[in-house]
Each structure stands twice: as C-alpha cells, then as structure tokens.
T-cell receptor, first 110, second 114 residues
Framework: RKEVEQDPGPFNVPEGATVAFNCTYS??????FFWYRQDCRKEPKLLMS???SGNEDGRFTAQLNRASQYISLLIRDSKLSDSATYLC???????????FGTGTRLQVFP | DAGVIQSPRHEVTEMGQEVTLRCKPI?????LFWYRQTMMRGLELLIY????????DSGMPEDRFSAKMPNASFSTLKIQPSEPRDSAVYFC????????????FGQGTRLTVV
C-alpha cells in the first residue's frame, strides 16, 4: 500500500463549481499534513497546511479525519486559475520526511 | 531572498555520462531535500540533509546516485553513469524547521538521458 494515495483525476469542472479531493495515508502516527499545488512544468508550492480542527483560506477548506486517515480539500467557486495538480503531503511519522501523493489534476473550464 | 536556486534548468546527456545537479537552498534553512518526479511515480524523496549532514538516503535508487552538501549554501546530486531511466525532473527543496513547516522548492532540473 502506498504511504499517501490520491485519485489522479482529472476532475473537469465548470467555473463556479465546488470540487473536493480526498487523500488517504497509511501511517496513523503521521503528525503534519499539507496540500501543495503544482502548475504544469512548475515546482510544487504550498497551498495550505491541514490542522486537526480543519481550516479555511478563502475559497479553500482543508479537513483532517484521523480516525479514517484521510485529508480533504474543498474548493468553492472554482476559477480557471485553479487548474493545476493538487498534491497531498504527509509528514512521515518519526522523521522529517515529507511524503507526496502522486497528485490530483483539476481542470476548470469556462 | 531569491528562493531555492537549481542549476542547470535543463540537461540532455548521453547514456553513460556523469551528470551533476546543483542546488542553493534558502539562506538560514536547516533542511535540504532532493526529490525526483516522474509521471509514473510522482515525487519521490531521494535524500535529505539536516545542517549539511545526510540523514536519510534510503530513497536513492542505487549506487550510481550520490549527494553531497559541503556547506550550508550548496548541495549536489550526481549520477554516474547515467541511464535513460534516470530521465525525470529533479527538485531540490529546503525548509527552516523540522515537521510542520513547508518545504520551498526550486524550479527543478529537467534531465533527459538519451
């Protein structure tokens, strides 16, 4: 089983739609969780950290479910500029490693 | 700060040649990571350093790969000899603190081995 698993997509949604991605992780002792965004042929960049109580940043909401070992990202009112690959990232328990999922591709169309 | 700087941006080399990728982390960052990204496998952590010391190199694919960090502002990833299956984008990233802190990525080196 992979340490971090994501649906690769692509998710094709119209502008204004709400879209959600899930990610599962295998190690229940993992402590830190993130969502990164990667544009085509660019480097990954931090979108937001994921906190136990859930957190929101504008149109983006991240949630953590420790019991089921998954994290989610909700994007409301999708924009064309949201088109990118979204990478789920988990800190490997007991280490300083960041383990990346293979990413979920989002395409927002007019 | 200019961010994490990698060079070269693109490298095309023949099978069997030595390849050296370079990285300058953000000043003051304690951690440096080398990742490899392919379509099939995504982002894989190859090795990481803390205060210039290699901590975990379990992701290095084989003995053909080596990495060094002679000082806090410079690291190299070397492949010798290179093979076509090494073709990928290689990213260097640095972070300020352990865990709970984001890693900042360089723009990557796109390596093609023919």
């Amino acid at each position: 089983r992979k340490e971090v698993e994501q649906d690769p997509g692509p998710f094709n949604v119209p502008e204004g739609a709400t879209v959600a991605f899930n990610c599962t992780y295998s190690n229940s002792a993992s402590q830190s969780f993130f969502w990164y965004r990667q544009d085509c042929r660019k480097e990954p960049k931090l979108l937001m950290s994921v906190y136990s109580s859930g957190n929101e940043d504008g149109r983006f909401t991240a949630q953590l479910n420790r019991a089921s070992q998954y994290i989610s990202l909700l994007i409301r009112d999708s924009k064309l500029s949201d088109s990118a690959t979204y990478l789920c990232v988990v800190n490997k328990a007991g280490t300083d490693k960041l383990i990346f999922g293979t990413g979920t591709r989002l395409q927002v169309f007019p | 700060d200019a961010g994490v700087i990698q060079s070269p941006r693109h490298e095309v080399t023949e099978m069997g040649q030595e390849v050296t990728l370079r990285c300058k982390p953000i000043s003051g960052h304690d951690y440096l990571f080398w990742y490899r990204q392919t379509m099939m496998r995504g982002l894989e952590l190859l090795i990481y350093f803390n205060n210039n010391v290699p901590i975990d190199d379990s992701g290095m694919p084989e003995d053909r790969f080596s990495a060094k960090m002679p000082n806090a502002s410079f690291s190299t990833l070397k492949i010798q000899p290179s093979e076509p299956r090494d073709s990928a984008v290689y990213f260097c990233a640095s972070s300020l603190e352990r865990r709970g802190t984001e890693a900042f990525f360089g723009q990557g080196t796109r390596l093609t081995v023919v």
